[in-house]
């Protein structure tokens, strides 16, 4: 028996009728082609946050000043 859990998500008319003809002509379920969009969407989330950490350590530029810098030194 699977380990899956059941939920309800209700797509517009358009979204479904699109996964639908998209699940026919795929051989997939439209629960196996939500669930792998799912993954999809929480694997970028995981390297969002841990691209967030990395770049949590770099010092804090002041926009204004970082302006400032690039006229005197002639980049604008």
Avoid: C
Wanted: hydrophobic share 40%.
């Amino acid at each position: 028996m699977s380990s899956a859990k059941r939920a309800t998500v209700y797509f517009e008319p358009e979204i479904h009728r699109a996964l639908r003809l998209k699940a026919a002509t795929s051989d997939k379920s439209i629960s196996d082609m939500v669930n792998d969009a799912v993954k999809l969407t929480l694997a970028e989330d995981a390297e969002d946050l841990e691209a967030f950490e990395k770049r949590g350590r770099e010092p804090n530029l002041d926009f204004g000043q970082f302006v400032k810098a690039l006229k005197r030194r002639g980049k604008l």
